[in-house]
């Protein structure tokens, strides 16, 4: 029942792996750029703030959901992304405005990364 999909606990435990996942792979720089307090402090800050975004988001999608099962759509062949639960719950201007925001982020990350990769060590 937890494996099929399609439950919100499932959609939590999905992206809180995804959150611990980051979390855990930041752990050395964190601790030799901050120390070893002030780097668990900050990874249980970035922890408890990550939990509360996936709970909202959990709590927006089921809402966006509930929503659009209201309104006879029913979305069987297609997952909701995030801009699209934002927009049935908030608004079109507020949906428009995440897609921006999702798709400038993931624009500056693909930069990172390849300035990261090219870069020398030496």
């Not at 959609?11 to 996942?21: D, F, I, K, S, T």
């Not at 209201?70 to 908030?90: A, N, T």
């Not at 201007?93 to 390849?114: K, R």
Request: aromatic letters at 16%.
């Amino acid at each position: 029942m937890v494996w099929h999909g399609g439950s919100v606990y499932d959609a939590w435990l999905n992206a809180v792996a995804a959150q611990v996942g980051s979390l855990v792979l930041t752990l050395p720089y964190t601790f030799s750029q901050m120390g070893y307090v002030y780097g668990v402090a900050s990874h249980f800050l970035y922890g408890a703030f990550g939990c509360w975004a996936v709970y909202l988001l959990g709590l927006f999608h089921a809402e966006a959901s509930r929503r659009t099962w209201d309104i006879g759509i029913i979305h069987k062949r297609h997952i909701l992304e995030y801009h699209e639960v934002i927009e049935v719950v908030s608004g079109k201007w507020l949906g428009g405005s995440v897609l921006f925001f999702n798709m400038a982020a993931l624009t500056f990350a693909c930069i990172n990364q390849l300035i990261a990769c090219s870069s020398e060590v030496t």
